[in-house]
């Protein structure tokens, strides 16, 4: 079991930056595929990017390619969410989450594959 805690969010204007962090509990994180999802009031949890168990593998969705980076540090227990160039549409709460199976592209990385999760952390950003 992992208990995974993220920070990082805020407000911040359209076009800059924000870097979200998600801290892992446990001895086995090294074991866990990770990724990054968001939720709107009201809609489906909407996933952004996994990364495998070593960190050499990525996927993102293609809502995020080419702005938002996942990356992981197993030393750290950590994974994190570069986000660049955000737009207004971005705002949402952002979590991470851990599950045991890594899936290569898109197979499976829809909420209800991924078994533990965050609290979420709220990301606001304003035109």
């Known amino acids: 079991q992992v208990q995974l805690v993220e920070s990082g969010g805020g407000l911040v204007q359209a076009g800059g930056s924000l870097r979200l962090s998600c801290a892992a509990s446990?001895?086995?994180?090294?074991?866990?595929?990770m990724g990054w999802f968001r939720q709107d009031p009201g809609k489906e949890r909407e996933f952004l990017a996994t990364?495998?168990?070593?960190?050499?593998?990525?996927y993102y969705a293609d809502s995020v390619k080419g702005r938002f980076t996942i990356s992981r540090d197993n030393a750290k227990n950590t994974v994190y969410l570069q986000m660049n160039s955000l737009k207004p549409e971005d705002t949402a709460v952002y979590y991470c989450?851990?599950?045991?199976?890594?899936?290569?592209?898109?197979?499976?990385?829809?909420?209800?594959?991924?078994?533990?999760w965050g609290q979420g952390t709220q990301v606001t950003v304003s035109s």
């Open positions: 989450a851990a599950r045991a199976t890594w899936y290569f592209g898109s197979y499976k990385n829809t909420a209800r594959e991924f078994d533990y």
């Open positions: 446990g001895r086995t994180f090294g074991t866990y595929a």
């Open positions: 990364i495998s168990w070593s960190g050499d593998d990525t």
